[in-house]
């Protein structure tokens, strides 16, 4: 994300109106927002979308890489989570994500549980 989207969010954060029309904005754009984590032994992939109804959709599917003759009895784990927009902007807040140096796909990937990738 260029670094105008990365202040331009934590700008939005300071107003519940600002930051609702900054969401729907971006969402409008993007669509959806999606990300993963892999490593050998285990993986996350999420995606988070706008839905008019359930606010931000944030769903998760974590499983294990098994090799050899288990593999097929390895089930992907599925959850989903629902938030407002005020929900999430306080979750920032109070999370202090706006302070640290995050672009808004950072800040989902957090949210949504997805290690860093460089912490492998």
């Not at 519940?16 to 999606?34: G, P, Q, S």
């Not at 032994?41 to 499983?63: C, M, N, Q, W």
């Amino acid at each position: 994300m260029a670094d105008s989207n990365k202040s331009s969010w934590k700008e939005a954060l300071k107003s519940k109106d600002a930051f609702a029309d900054f969401i729907t904005d971006y969402f409008k754009e993007h669509k959806e927002l999606t990300g993963s984590y892999d490593i050998p032994s285990y993986y996350e992939h999420y995606t988070v979308h706008l839905d008019s109804h359930d606010g931000i959709v944030i769903a998760l599917i974590t499983g294990v890489n098994q090799v050899g003759e288990s593999a097929a009895s390895a089930l992907p784990f599925k959850q989903k989570e629902t938030m407002s927009i005020e929900d999430f902007r306080n979750l920032i807040l109070h999370k202090k994500f706006a302070d640290q140096d995050m672009s808004l796909a950072d800040v989902f990937q957090t949210v949504a549980g997805v290690p860093d990738s460089d912490d492998k």
